[in-house]
């Protein structure tokens, strides 16, 4: 069986949680990549950055915090409303990142790669071992697979 550390990409793009949200979209932009791990200093895995957190960026929210209902005042207060502002108005990865991001194990068979792949619509999942990044994994890699599975 075909794992993830068969066909991870060990040559890591990685931002820092305190990466400027300009600084993280040239580096998406100039390595044509989707997302990007962002690793503490000591390498651990603390979230990913993806393209569509950052075209979250340009998105308006059209909801009053506050409605008028029987001539009384309802003020508006949601977990998912809060957390879409905070990405449109970050200015470092950490604000607009994904947290605790999903990832697999080097021995991860390529079968629950591609599964959680089409399941949960990931471009990319980070490979992690003892805490730590070790690589990523991408459609493109899995599908490499498909071509030429005998020169892995």
Do not use: D, V
């Given at each position: 069986m075909i794992t993830a550390s068969q066909?991870?990409?060990?040559?890591?793009?990685?931002?820092?949680p305190e990466t400027e949200i300009t600084r993280a979209a040239e580096i998406l932009l100039s390595n044509r990549i989707n997302g990007a791990p962002v690793v503490d200093e000591r390498g651990r895995l603390v979230g990913i950055l993806c393209q569509s957190d950052l075209v979250a960026q340009q998105k308006n929210i059209p909801v009053p915090t506050v409605f008028s209902l029987l001539e009384g005042y309802?003020?508006?207060s949601s977990r998912k409303i809060e957390k879409q502002v905070r990405k449109i108005a970050a200015l470092t990865v950490a604000e607009a990142m994904t947290p605790d991001p999903v990832s697999v194990r080097p021995d991860t068979g390529i079968d629950a790669v591609a599964a959680l792949m089409v399941d949960n619509s990931f471009?990319?999942?980070p490979v992690v071992d003892e805490n730590k990044l070790v690589g990523i994994v991408g459609k493109e890699d899995v599908l490499k697979t498909l071509i030429n599975p005998d020169t892995l």
């Open positions: 066909i991870m990409t060990t040559e890591l793009i990685t931002l820092t309802i003020q508006l471009h990319t999942l």
